[in-house]
Structures are given as C-alpha cells and as structure tokens.
C-alpha cells in the first residue's frame, strides 16, 4: 500500500475494478485516468461511456502506465502537444522560479532559502527569496524537451496547508488561491481566459469578480433546497474561488485543514479554473470536482452508485458508491441535500 501523501497516482493494485483511487490532494489523483466507465443508456439508445483519459491531464509516463491522449493531439484552446505532455510541462524540476520580499519573480538573484508554498514557509527577506507555488513554471518556462512553448504567464499566488492529502470528511483542505491561477493555465489553454472575447466557456480569471448576487448565493447556498448558510462559514473545497489578493500574510492566514477559517468570498473574489476543476485528474469528465453530466449528484439521501438498488443508471453511471463517494473526498452524503443537483448551484442558485 502507498503510504498517504507519497504520490500523486495511487498504484495499480491498490484500486482494483470498484475501488477508487485514494490519494486525496487538492489537484486530485492522475489513477482516475485509468477508470473507465459504460453504462446503459435509456430505452434504445446505445451505451454510455466515460473513458478514463477524459477525466484529467493524460501525462506521459510509460513506466507508470500513463499514455498520451488517444483523442486530443494539442491542449484544448491552445497549441501545447499531448504527445509531449508530462509532469515538467507545468512543474519546474530545477525549481528556479522563486518569489523575493517585494513580490518579485525571476529565475535567479536571491538563492532560494525554502518553499513557498506552505503556511509554515518561511518569508523572502532582504537575503534571500522562497520557491514559488508547487515548483510552477513562470515567464519563459519551456522544457528541454519541448523547445517551442514558452509560458507568458507566470505562476499564481497562492497557499496550501501542510496536511493537504487527506479525507474531508470532517474539514476542508483550504488551499488560499490569491491570484492568477486562470492566467497561469493558460499558458497551454489560452482560448478559455477571460481577457480572449467572444472564446471562453465560463468566465475565469483576475477580472472576474464575485458580483453582490453571486457572492451572496455562494455564502447562503448549503445544499438544494438551503439557503440559509452564513458568509463566515460558508467556504467548499468542492467549490474554491480567488481571494483577489497576492498578500502573502493574508493567504498564510487563510490556509488551513483544521476548519478555523471558512469564510466565503467577497466583492474582492473571482473565479478560476480551479473552481471547477482539479488541476491533476479526477472521477469525472474534463477534471470536473463533480460530476456535470447528471441531474443528481445524491440520490435518495445517498451518493449515487451501481451496487445501490433503485438508482437509475444515469446518476451512478458505471461508479460503485464507493468510487462516487471517494470524488467528493469522503464527506458524508448527508452534507448535501436528499436529491442534490449540481455543484453550479454553489454560485448559481438555480436549483
């Protein structure tokens, strides 16, 4: 058995067919590329399916079992191969990308004294800088390998807790996203920016800020049916947003795995890609943190799942309970309501 918070990919033997992956970072477990799913459709329609290289990034990593995307060549709304896609496509190896005490980010001067991606990471001072968030490439960052992509964007701000791999079944994993992680992806997924009209699905990036309704349906909505939750606790991993901010005291105070801080956003905040989606993979199509392509993400009180009598196969659609359950990192059914629709309705409140 992997021991917790070792890797990023749970080992073939640990997640047999019915058993899902069980690494529980926030970016998710690329193991769910290997889950693949069929289920019967209704009446005469041909089966469904969700094949696993549709639910994250599909690095390539022969001696893991990891293959390129069998559908998509390049990066969807960008240029990046598929073919060429692996773990330093976006994480520099060398870690040169480092943040000095005024905020500045550049690949050398100051030497990096430590990571600066914890709560408990020290700060840059006048001597000496700390790495930049999970190692991300910044401006010019191009792989050897590659040669002919370089980024434009730099990396985010942002802040994790130091104990991020784990369940929530009781508390969230708070990451503090400040700002600019829609404008670091799109270094490989330009077209979905905010800042390139009339291309993008949902809007995304430091200009797209939480309006009074939004921001009021996020704190108040609890679950279909609820609306009576409260600004100071309104905060979901399943559903984080951008702070608005690159103060680094602030996102350090914000941070946490202990559920002290639960505070949902402001006028200040916005929306990134990481509101939707794992920036790994996960047990749904596109990278989603639940499941968009069914009506009721809990039914009859439960989680959905073949191996559950009486749930129509387009809820469980090929999942057993278990595997269901493991994609909202192990929170109790019971936090959502009895037949709970989509996790949109966090910020849409249309159910």
Same mark, same amino acid.
């Given at each position: 058995?992997?021991?917790?918070? $070792?890797?990023?990919?749970?080992?073939?033997?640990?997640?047999?067919?019915?058993?899902?992956?069980?690494?529980?970072?926030?970016?998710?477990?690329?193991?769910?590329?290997?889950?693949?799913?069929?289920?019967?459709?209704?009446?005469?329609?041909?089966?469904?399916?969700?094949? &696993? $290289?549709?639910?994250?990034?599909?690095?390539?990593?022969?001696?893991?079992?990891?293959?390129?995307?069998?559908?998509?060549?390049?990066?969807?709304?960008?240029?990046?191969?598929?073919?060429?896609?692996?773990?330093?496509?976006?994480?520099?190896?060398?870690?040169?990308?480092?943040?000095?005490?005024?905020?500045?980010?550049?690949?050398?001067?100051?030497?990096?004294?430590?990571?600066?991606?914890?709560?408990?990471?020290?700060?840059?001072?006048? +001597?000496?800088?700390?790495?930049?968030?999970?190692?991300?490439?910044?401006? &010019?960052?191009?792989?050897?390998?590659?040669?002919?992509?370089?980024?434009?964007?730099?990396?985010?701000?942002?802040?994790?807790?130091?104990?991020?791999?784990?369940? $929530?079944? +009781?508390?969230?994993?708070?990451?503090?996203?400040?700002? &600019?992680?829609?404008?670091?992806?799109?270094?490989?997924?330009?077209?979905?920016?905010?800042?390139?009209?009339?291309?993008?699905?949902?809007?995304?990036?430091?200009?797209?800020?939480?309006?009074?309704?939004?921001?009021?349906?996020?704190?108040?909505?609890?679950?279909?049916?609820?609306?009576?939750?409260?600004?100071?606790?309104?905060?979901?991993?399943?559903?984080?947003?951008?702070?608005?901010?690159?103060?680094?005291?602030?996102?350090?105070?914000?941070?946490?795995?202990?559920?002290?801080?639960?505070?949902?956003?402001?006028?200040?905040?916005?929306?990134?890609?990481?509101?939707?989606?794992?920036?790994?993979?996960?047990?749904?199509?596109?990278?989603?943190?639940?499941?968009?392509?069914?009506?009721?993400?809990?039914?009859?009180?439960?989680?959905?799942?073949?191996?559950?009598?009486?749930?129509?196969?387009?809820?469980?659609?090929?999942?057993?309970?278990?595997?269901?359950?493991?994609?909202?990192?192990?929170?109790?059914?019971?936090?959502?309501?009895?037949?709970?629709?989509?996790?949109?309705?966090?910020?849409?409140?249309?159910?």
């Amino acid at each position: 058995m992997v021991p917790a918070g $070792e890797y990023v990919a749970t080992s073939d033997v640990d997640m047999p067919d019915g058993v899902p992956p069980g690494q529980l970072t926030p970016g998710g477990d690329f193991g769910w590329l290997k889950k693949s799913y069929k289920w019967e459709a209704s009446g005469d329609a041909p089966a469904v399916e969700s094949r &696993g $290289e549709w639910h994250g990034h599909n690095i390539v990593a022969a001696d893991y079992g990891f293959q390129a995307d069998a559908t998509l060549t390049e990066a969807p709304g960008g240029m990046y191969p598929s073919g060429s896609l692996s773990c330093i496509s976006c994480h520099d190896p060398h870690g040169r990308y480092r943040r000095d005490d005024t905020g500045a980010i550049s690949t050398t001067g100051k030497p990096i004294i430590a990571s600066g991606s914890y709560t408990n990471s020290v700060d840059p001072d006048a +001597k000496f800088a700390v790495g930049v968030y999970r190692l991300l490439g910044g401006i &010019g960052y191009s792989p050897k390998s590659l040669g002919n992509h370089s980024f434009t964007d730099g990396p985010p701000a942002a802040v994790c807790p130091p104990n991020y791999n784990r369940p $929530e079944d +009781k508390t969230n994993t708070r990451v503090a996203y400040g700002s &600019g992680m829609s404008e670091w992806c799109t270094n490989c997924h330009k077209a979905y920016l905010m800042k390139t009209p009339g291309t993008q699905l949902h809007p995304a990036g430091n200009g797209i800020k939480f309006s009074s309704g939004i921001a009021a349906n996020y704190n108040a909505y609890v679950s279909s049916g609820n609306l009576s939750g409260r600004q100071d606790t309104a905060y979901t991993s399943m559903v984080p947003f951008e702070m608005g901010t690159s103060d680094y005291s602030l996102l350090k105070k914000t941070a946490n795995s202990d559920g002290s801080v639960t505070t949902g956003p402001d006028s200040n905040a916005n929306v990134m890609c990481l509101t939707c989606h794992r920036a790994h993979a996960s047990g749904w199509d596109k990278s989603t943190r639940w499941n968009m392509k069914t009506e009721m993400l809990v039914w009859n009180g439960d989680y959905a799942g073949k191996d559950r009598n009486g749930v129509p196969a387009q809820y469980s659609q090929g999942r057993m309970h278990a595997e269901t359950k493991k994609t909202f990192y192990d929170r109790p059914a019971n936090y959502y309501g009895i037949y709970q629709r989509s996790l949109c309705n966090k910020c849409h409140a249309k159910d």
